[in-house]
């Protein structure tokens, strides 16, 4: 499971300048990660827009990237949607192209009962071989995960981990004590990465991190070293940028515009998530700034 511990960026989406995925574009960003050597991706969470994609466009995204990293990069598909069936249908198709690992958010829009969730996990358990993450995000999925259904999920050998987006670190070290040594709490919120792992997450996976690879590996090596203040120094910096970056119109727009200023085009978020307005990129450009010095 060690190869589960880490820094995991949730890869950006990557669109084309007519507003399609673009598979090119996606091995650009994916290559970028690699050389900087982070531990591995997240693939169509929140970040990646996957619940504003098609089926169809997801795996070729997903296609592009295994292509691009496979065997260098540890990828994690978010394979979650609405609907059951097209879950499985993700599953199937990334365990065909050698996905590492998939995750799923419980399903969307429905208000499911906690047996339908677990239900429509375990059909997407069921559909493969892969291990899979639980994503716990109730801030937009509206679904809390209790702490009954984790214990009962985790207790299945292919069930290695979830990864908890609430600001409980409470919640985490619960979560983290049900599921025992080796299942693997992922951190969700950036700006606690620190207190994510003091109280037992080994591997983060973040949006914000796409931008600021660096400064999250620095995190993660200051807290392997015991190095704790330092490692809160770095996670101080961090949140001075995600205040910036959140008070955008969109922070994956404004990441999106980043990783532009570095050379890597990604194009614009999918509507509904907003643009950058052009009254804005100096203020960017002035983040970008703040980020690389
Ligand atoms: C995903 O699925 O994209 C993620 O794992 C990222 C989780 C992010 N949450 C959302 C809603 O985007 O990284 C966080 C978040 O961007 C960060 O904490 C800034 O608030």
Same mark, same amino acid.
């Given at each position: 499971l060690n190869k589960f511990k880490g820094v995991f960026i949730a890869m950006n989406s990557c669109y084309d300048e007519q507003g399609e995925v673009s598979p090119e574009r996606a091995k650009k960003l994916a290559r970028h990660y690699a050389d900087i050597g982070v531990k591995g991706l997240y693939l169509a969470g929140s970040t990646g827009e996957g619940m504003l994609q098609s089926v169809e466009e997801r795996k070729q995204i997903l296609q592009a990237v295994m292509e691009e990293v496979r065997g260098e990069l540890i990828v994690i598909a978010h =394979? /979650?949607?609405?609907?059951t069936r097209d879950c499985v249908e993700l599953t199937v198709h990334a365990e065909s192209v050698g996905a590492d690992a998939i995750s799923a958010v419980p399903s969307i829009y429905y208000r499911i009962s906690e047996k339908g969730v677990e239900e429509h996990w375990q059909a997407i358990i069921d559909s493969s071989s892969l291990p899979f993450i639980m994503y716990h995000i109730?801030?937009?999925?509206?679904f809390h995960l209790s702490k009954d259904l984790l214990g009962k999920l985790a207790k299945?050998?292919?069930? =290695?981990g979830v990864k908890i987006t609430t600001d409980s670190t409470y919640e985490l070290q619960q979560f983290k004590r049900i599921g025992g040594e080796d299942f693997i709490l992922f951190n969700g919120p950036d700006e606690q990465y620190v207190a994510g792992l003091i109280m037992g997450a080994e591997a983060g996976i973040g /949006?914000?991190? /796409?931008?600021?690879p660096e400064l999250f590996m620095k995190i993660e090596q200051c807290f392997a070293e015991g190095k704790i203040a330092e490692a809160q120094h770095w996670q101080i910096k961090v949140n001075e940028i995600i205040t910036e970056l959140v008070a955008f119109p969109s922070l994956y727009g404004a990441s999106k515009l980043i990783l532009k200023l570095r050379g890597i085009d990604t194009g614009i978020p999918r509507m509904p998530i907003s643009p950058i307005p052009e009254s804005d990129y100096s203020k960017i450009e002035a983040l970008n700034h703040k980020i690389l010095h």
């Open positions: =394979i /979650g949607a609405a609907s109730p801030a937009t999925t509206g299945q050998d292919k069930v =290695i /949006g914000t991190y /796409g931008v600021m």
